[in-house]
């Protein structure tokens, strides 16, 4: 399995923020172009990362809250966005 690194930043970005909108505005992007991102992790991963239709954006599982605050680590060094 193959993940692109900028599309887990947006899933990171996404999940730390609550929603599309939320990280879009965190990270000078868009919502479309994170949509896009997390799609392609999606797709790649072969999961559902995201309940999209139900505000805020949640994650699909709790089990994933834990990996993007594991992946953030103490230093923070994986809050680079897709810009």
Known sequence: M??????????????????????????????????????RAEEQLGVRLFHRNTPPSCCTMPVWADVTAQACGPCGSSRKTVR
């Not at 923020?17 to 799609?39: C, D, M």
Request: aromatic share 2%.
């Open 2 to 39: 193959k993940v692109d690194l900028a599309d887990l930043h947006a899933v990171v970005a996404v999940a730390q923020a609550g929603g599309f909108r939320e990280a879009a505005r965190a990270s000078s992007s868009n919502p479309s172009r994170l949509s896009t991102a997390v799609r």
